[in-house]
């Protein structure tokens, strides 16, 4: 079978996909998660005694279901893909590198960079 004939946008997020699979797998995202935990509370929205975690932006305390662990510098730069050597090093960065943030800050912080994103791009057409 030949190659799929993606473009090369989809060929990146592809494997950009998988790299960030692999973060699951990258202990110092769970150093940072550990970091964050701010004991054991009612969830509630289970009723359930769960741990929580302390988004590093609001600083509200969340379950695991509700924060995740953010790169504070993105993995590609918003002014632009480099190399895959610099997404590597980025994806699987150092504790320093990373923050617990819960679901709504991260969208937030997203939404920011997508749009910077954005603007970059057309200011290089
Ligand atoms: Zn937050």
Redesign the pocket.
């Known amino acids: 079978m030949s190659k799929p004939e993606w473009t090369k946008s989809k060929f990146e997020s592809f494997i950009k996909g998988l790299l960030r699979k692999g973060t699951t797998r990258w202990p110092q995202k769970y150093e940072v998660l550990n970091a964050a935990k701010r004991g054991k509370q009612v969830n509630q929205e289970t009723g359930r005694v769960a741990e929580h975690y302390q988004?590093a932006?609001?600083f509200?305390v969340f379950p695991a279901k509700l924060v995740v662990v953010d790169h504070i510098e993105p993995v590609v730069p918003l002014t632009g893909f480099v190399s895959w050597d610099d997404v590597i090093s980025r994806m699987f960065c150092g504790t320093d590198g990373l923050q617990v943030?819960?679901k709504?800050?991260h969208a937030v912080k997203t939404k920011a960079e997508n749009a910077e994103r954005r603007l970059n791009k057309k200011s290089k057409q």
């Open positions: 988004c932006e609001c509200g943030l819960c709504s800050c």
